[in-house]
């Protein structure tokens, strides 16, 4: 099945940073989305996103399915930004969302 | 519109005893998943439903695990027995169809085995 690597695996940033997680994929794929699992274990949609570029508010992602890697920005980190977040990815041909391991991000007050 | 509704929310149970876990989907989402997220990892997808029919249940423990999605809507995960290393999040999620494959993911079941 594919895989899916995400760096850093810890990132503490002072409140006000901008940051920038990484997730790279073994495969192509036809799915890939971002998540934000909060302090309380609930997964949270950022991104559908198995191209291309999107922003929502002070986030964006963008994905270059040809060099096989999705990064997601934070501009102007929050204390509500802290928590972990997942890179998930699919292809048809295993039709199995992969999950990384994820990136822990702290954004101190 | 309401999310993925999954209940309990925590459970906590002494080895060797059975477990239930329900999900109620999105309305309209055919497609329902079941994964177990164990800690400090992504989430393993366990069994994937398109209405009825279990069409992926390959990371299922089948000696312990199973599940049923009646009426093609809400779905239950059950455990007999349960053991020690089955302590983990249980996370429902649920898609439009197999064809439009974004995922929305119901709060969890946190279970415990003690």
């Known amino acids: 099945g594919i895989q899916v690597e995400q760096s850093p695996p810890d990132l503490i940033l002072q409140e006000g940073a901008n940051s920038t997680l990484r997730c790279n994929f073994s495969?192509?794929?036809?799915?890939l989305q971002w998540f934000h699992q909060n302090p309380w274990g609930q997964l949270i949609n950022l991104f559908y996103?198995?191209?291309g570029t999107k922003q929502n508010g002070r986030l964006s992602a963008t994905t270059v399915a040809t060099e096989r890697y999705s990064s997601l920005y934070i501009s102007s980190s929050q204390t509500t930004d802290s928590g972990v977040y997942f890179c998930?990815?699919?292809?048809?041909?295993?039709?199995?969302?992969?999950f990384g391991t994820g990136t822990r991000l702290t954004i101190i007050p | 519109e309401a999310g993925v509704v999954q209940s309990p929310r925590y459970k906590i149970i002494e080895k060797k005893q059975p477990v239930a876990f329900w999900c109620n989907p999105i309305s309209g989402h055919n497609t329902l998943y079941w994964y177990r997220q164990n800690l400090g990892q992504g989430p393993e997808l366990l069994i994937r439903y398109e209405n009825e029919e279990a069409v992926d249940d390959s990371q299922l423990p089948k000696d312990r695990f199973s599940a049923e999605r009646l009426k093609g809507v809400d779905s239950t995960l059950k455990i007999q027995p349960a053991e020690l290393g089955d302590s983990a999040v249980y996370l429902c999620?649920?898609?439009?169809?197999?064809?439009?494959?974004?995922?929305?993911f119901g709060p969890g079941t946190r279970l415990t085995v003690t």
């Open positions: 999620a649920s898609s439009l169809s197999r064809n439009s494959y974004e995922q929305y």
């Open positions: 495969d192509s794929v036809n799915n």
């Open positions: 998930a990815a699919l292809n048809f041909g295993n039709e199995k969302l992969t």
């Open positions: 996103i198995p191209s």
